[in-house]
């Protein structure tokens, strides 16, 4: 059963939940309808186009 059989040390704990911090954030992309920088994979605030549909 996964039950531990020893207590885990402060290092061990901290090294584990340090590695969230890690990831890297996604990058932004430019809207071909606008030019403006958005998230990828979602519809442009300034605009209201996603994949080139007037979404908004």
């Known amino acids: 059963m996964g039950v531990p059989q020893r207590r885990q040390s402060?290092?061990?704990?901290n090294k584990r939940r340090s590695e969230w911090r890690k990831?890297?954030?996604p990058g932004l992309v430019e809207c071909?309808?606008?030019?403006e920088l958005k998230m990828p994979h979602r519809?442009?605030?300034?605009?209201?186009?996603y994949k080139s549909n007037k979404v908004m």
């Open 43 to 49: 519809a442009c605030l300034n605009c209201g186009y």
């Open 23 to 25: 990831i890297d954030k």
């Open 32 to 35: 071909p309808q606008c030019h």
């Open 10 to 13: 402060h290092a061990r704990k």
